[in-house]
C-alpha cells in the first residue's frame, strides 16, 4: 500500500504544482491521473518516485516513508516515461538491462551483465512482444515499439509498482491504445499496482480501475470511471 499523506510541492520558483492531498493506493489497482497539460500529474507521479521533494507532507509505501528507504523503494518501482529515455544507438536489450540500475549503484554499466540479468530482460521483451528485435538499435524501431521497450525496461526489475508518465501521449490513437492495452494486461497478470497519467477521458475509462482526476495541481475527481457518469 502506498500511501500519501498531506502531500504538497510548491517548485523553486514559488509554482504550487501539488496542493496538499491525500491519497492511498490499494495493491493491484491499476489507477489513472487524469487531467490536462500543466495540470500536475507529473509532478505527483515523479513524487511517488521519490524525484520531486515534497514540501510538506510524506509518502509511505509498506509503511516505510520513500525519502528514507529511497533504494528500496526505487529498486520495486518501475517508471514509464512519455519521452521512453531510450539510448538510441544501443540494442533493445541493452536499454532493457538498463532497468536492472535501480539494483545497482552507476558503476554497474561497467561490468558485464549476469546470465540471469540477461534472461529477465529477454522475458521481458518477449512479454512485450519484442523478442525479434531484442538486438537491433532502438533508434530502428517504431514510437509504439520503442514505448513497449520502456514497458519491459520497467518490468526488468520486477516491481510491485509501475508509475507511467503519460507513456502514450507521444503515440498516435490506435497504437496508443494497444500499447495501453498491453501495459493493462501485464500489470493484471503480475499482480501490480499501476498508477498512470493519461489525458485521454477514454482511455482512462476503458483501463482504469479507478480514476483521480488532477487540476491546478488539486485532486478534482476520486472514484471508479462509471461514477463520472456520461461528463465529458
Ligand atoms: P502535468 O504532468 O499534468 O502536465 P506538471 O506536474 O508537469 O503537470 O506541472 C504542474 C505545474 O507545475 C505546471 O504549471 C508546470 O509548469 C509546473 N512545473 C512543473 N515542473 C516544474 C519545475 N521544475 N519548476 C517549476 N514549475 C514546474
Ligand atoms: P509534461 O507536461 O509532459 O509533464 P513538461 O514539458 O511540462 O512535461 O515538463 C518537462 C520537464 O520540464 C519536466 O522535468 C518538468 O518538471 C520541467 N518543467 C515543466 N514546467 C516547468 C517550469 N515552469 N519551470 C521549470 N521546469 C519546468
Redesign the pocket.
Known sequence: MIVVDGARVI???G?E?LQPCALRFAPGAFTVLL??????????LRSLNGLVRLSEGRITAEGRDITTALRWHRARTGMIFQQHQLIGRRTVLANVLMGRLGHHSALRTLLPWSLAEKRLALTAIERVGLLDYALRRADQLSGGQQQRVGIARALVQQPSTILA??PVASLDPATAERVLAQLHAICRQDGLTAIV?LHQLDLARRFADRIIG?AG?AVVFDGPPHALGGAE
Open positions: 517548485y523553486p520558483n509554482t504544482a487531467g490536462a497539460s500543466g495540470a500536475g500529474k507529473s509532478t505527483l508518465d503519460e497519467s488532477i495541481g
